[in-house]
């Protein structure tokens, strides 16, 4: 760590902590399956929905802030990432300085409340409680659910279920104009949003899992029970397959019970690109070729969504 190059305060918090090949792409890949409903459901609302996905990226960075302050804090004698350990030493990242983020990213967050809230009422309020909860407790808190090994249904749901729900329900009372919309609203939103973004959620995951293999040596000392520390690479990579199966199969699904067009098996064409992505994950152990893995899953992430969701945009006729 002496002989390296220190990198740049700019360099660090770009490369290394707000990391947008990797942020963005996943935060966005539900977001875009949300606004392709919309549209396939004439409800599309683009202020309310650049607004939630602003609020929704934000969350998302706020976690991965908190991810690496926390390691930093309470793992000092872990050199999981050693150019941040060497910023540490030199000055030019401060714990203040993470911690300062964090809160700025939340309440920037929060700014959008009174908005979203005064569209979408209670249930607006509810998933952005829940997106918050979810991003800080992945290594916040008293008991990160990362450690009793959550993540990944978490992450499933969160990125599969919640974020595209959310995306599709503040457009469908903006564009319905209710006045006080309650819990009962979202029971009257159409079944297929519940069920859209699963495939996103299975892939936005195997980034995840990508991660885990990588850093399971560091997660194992700082007792994470992730997947590759319970099970070890095998394991990883049998459920790193099982969701890449799962995210390729639904489209199938979807033409047969949820009534989309043909256009919904667009995602097929990235294929290719998860096939060659799948074979490096089996195959390389090297945490340098792993790391190269993760913004290639993300952007896979981002492209199989746009795809899906220009698929579910089309009429059926």
């Not at 850093?215 to 459920?239: M, N, P, Y």
Request: net charge neutral; with cysteine; hydrophobic share 55%.
């Amino acid at each position: 760590m002496a002989g390296s190059p220190a990198l740049s305060t700019r360099e660090i918090w770009i490369k290394l902590l707000l990391y947008p090949s990797h942020t963005f792409p996943t935060a966005a890949a539900p977001v875009l399956v949300g606004i392709g409903l919309a549209l396939h459901d004439h409800v599309f609302a683009p202020v309310p929905v650049l607004v939630a996905f602003w609020a929704s990226w934000l969350i998302h960075v706020a976690g991965v802030f908190t991810d690496n302050y926390e390691l930093l804090r309470r793992h000092p004698d872990v050199s999981e990432h050693p150019e941040l350990l060497q910023a540490l030493q030199a000055g030019t990242l401060t714990f203040a300085g993470l911690r300062g983020a964090t809160v700025a990213c939340f309440a920037l967050a929060a700014l959008t409340v009174p908005y979203l809230v005064g569209i979408g009422g209670l249930p607006a309020l509810l998933i952005g409680i829940v997106g918050a909860a979810s991003s800080y407790c992945y290594a916040g808190g008293p008991q990160p659910y990362v450690k009793h090994g959550l993540a990944e249904p978490i992450f499933f749901a969160m990125f599969g279920i919640l974020a595209v729900v959310g995306t599709y329900y503040i457009q469908w009372v903006a564009v319905h104009g209710l006045a006080t919309p309650g819990m009962d609203a979202m029971l009257q939103l159409p079944r297929h949003v519940f069920f859209i973004g699963l495939p996103v959620g299975a892939l936005v995951t195997n980034v995840m899992i990508i991660d885990d293999m990588r850093d399971h040596g560091f997660d194992a000392v700082k007792g994470w029970r992730t997947c590759a520390v319970r099970f070890g690479l095998i394991g990883s990579r049998t459920e790193y397959l099982a969701l890449t199966v799962l995210a390729y199969s639904l489209p199938l699904a979807f033409w047969l019970w949820l009534g989309f067009s043909a256009w919904i098996f667009l995602p097929m064409l990235t294929l290719p690109f998860a096939y060659k992505i799948a074979c490096a994950v089996c195959t390389r152990d090297e945490a340098p070729d792993l790391l190269m893995m993760t913004p290639k899953a993300s952007y896979l992430s981002a492209a199989y969504a746009l795809l899906l969701a220009a698929g579910a945009a089309m009429p059926v006729h």
